[in-house]
């Protein structure tokens, strides 16, 4: 892709990634109560989605980037945080990399924002941009290729108490106990039973209950950090 003047990408793909990230970063805000990782995927989408917008319909001041390095330098010093209580280490490396990326294309000598974000000066270092893109293009593929192999959720089996049960032969009435049980309340509406009337059962609740979300955001801000990187003058 060729970069436009000022290190921007042209107008259009820079409204195409301020669409793309903004989409998914209010996805993930939306299930950052059910997701796990989702309310960091969404700081990085709406922070990516600000980033590309024209120049000339947002020009904050020069002391811009100094709001992208706090912020993103805090998502990096927690990310180290989590990496040290152990948990999925390549979400938290990758989250890392992500976070001091974002810190890089808005200091004043990274030249993915200037002029749109008050960044001055010429370029960021040329060898540390191609690691980067160099690594946004491998995550990328990798894990949109694990991403595609996911086997696809299959419906749950009804429980056995909604089974249709088979007819059973006639047998001689005896008499009823003394204290015969309620047969006029339906199952399952006891406290603690799920649909099917047994304890634990019923819909998924809680974090990671749709983690294959997630992971397509994370896909979904590798490629648009891979455009903004090779945007870079």
């Known amino acids: 892709m060729r970069a436009a003047p000022r290190g921007h990408p042209p107008v259009v793909a820079g409204w ?3 669409a793309l990230c903004g ?7 939306a299930r950052r109560r059910r997701c796990e990782g989702a309310g960091r995927e969404a ?3 709406l922070g990516m989605a600000v980033m590309g917008l024209p120049p000339a319909v947002f020009a904050p ?3 811009w980037w100094a709001v992208y390095a ?3 330098g805090g998502e990096a010093a927690r990310a180290v945080w989590k990496l040290r209580g152990g948990g999925p280490r390549g979400h938290h490396v990758h989250h890392l990399v992500g976070s001091l990326t974002m810190v890089y294309m808005a200091l004043p000598t990274g030249g993915a924002v200037q002029g749109a974000h008050g960044a001055h000066g010429g370029g960021g270092v040329p060898l540390l941009t191609g690691a980067l893109l160099a690594y946004q293009a491998v995550w990328a593929l990798r894990a949109g290729a694990r991403l595609a192999r996911a086997p696809v959720p299959t ?3 009804l429980p056995a108490a909604t089974a249709i049960p088979a007819p059973a032969p006639p047998a001689v009435p005896a008499p009823a106990p003394a204290s015969a049980p309620d047969l006029t309340r339906r199952p399952g509406k006891g406290p603690g039973k799920g ?5 634990g059962e019923g819909p998924a609740r809680g974090p990671g209950a749709a983690p294959e979300a997630v992971a397509g955001c994370r896909v979904v801000m590798a490629v648009a950090m891979l455009v903004m990187l090779a945007a870079m003058p």
């Open 16 to 18: 195409l990634l301020v």
């Open 43 to 45: 700081v990085m989408g």
């Open 23 to 29: 989409v998914t970063g209010l996805y993930c805000l």
């Open 155 to 157: 419906a749950a089996p």
């Open 195 to 199: 649909p099917g009337g047994r304890p």
């Open 70 to 72: 706090a912020v993103f």
């Open 61 to 63: 001041p020069g002391w």
